[in-house]
């Protein structure tokens, strides 16, 4: 039952939008029509007049959805490439935005609609990343990465830092070996006690006191 409320909540949306693209495109160019019509335009110039008005009303009205229903269209998030050192086995992939960290973001790429910003960072054997400056990432709903041994990332999420973690924010992914399917299930990172606890243990076991 869930599910078909959820169906007929998307076929409502749609034919929202649909209804919205028309109306942008019939009253513009009825419009223009009357506008040429006034000025006693001949019958060439007012088809002209209320063509041009009703693409611009649809491109208008188009590019107004974009920008509420597919922001990842119009605005991609960046692609982030962590580039793993041989052998790695984490599990866990974890991004802090640490102000006392060396490390940056280095994002290539002009801050443009349709274009995305992409950045590579060398991961640590930990699995645990500090950078400086990570709001360009954290500040997204969700973010394109990838590792670079061809392992699959799920399981996204982002929250503000804590004093145990010596960070302001963080990022967060699940890693998944490639040629093996994604998990469904719960992680001790689901909660902001279990990442702390796991960047706490993990650090020190890598030498970080």
């Known amino acids: 039952m869930e599910g078909d409320g959820m169906g007929g909540m998307v076929l409502w949306i749609m034919l929202g939008v649909v209804l919205i693209i028309a109306l942008a495109t019939v ?122 041994d061809g392992s699959e990332l799920t399981g996204f999420g982002s929250g503000p830092g804590s004093k145990r973690m010596r960070a302001t924010a963080y990022l967060k992914w699940e890693r998944v070996p490639a040629g093996s399917l994604p998990v469904d299930k719960l992680s001790a990172l689901d909660t902001q006690d279990g990442l702390e606890r796991y960047v706490d243990s993990t650090e020190r076991a890598a030498g970080r006191p």
């Open 27 to 148: 009253l513009p160019a009825l419009l223009g029509w009357m506008i040429a019509r006034r000025l006693r335009l001949p019958r060439r110039g007012q088809a002209l007049a209320a063509t041009a008005a009703a693409l611009f009303g649809a491109m208008t009205s188009l590019a107004i959805v974009l920008a509420n229903f597919r922001e990842s269209t119009w605005n991609p998030p960046p692609r982030l490439t962590f580039n793993v050192p041989a052998g790695f086995a984490g599990e866990h992939i974890v991004l802090l935005q640490d102000p006392s960290s060396l490390g940056e973001l280095d994002l290539r790429g002009m801050d443009v609609p349709l274009m995305a910003r992409e950045a590579s960072i060398d991961l640590p054997a930990s699995g645990i990343v500090r950078i400086r400056d990570a709001s360009a990432l954290h500040e997204r709903g969700t973010i394109d990465a990838h590792l670079s």
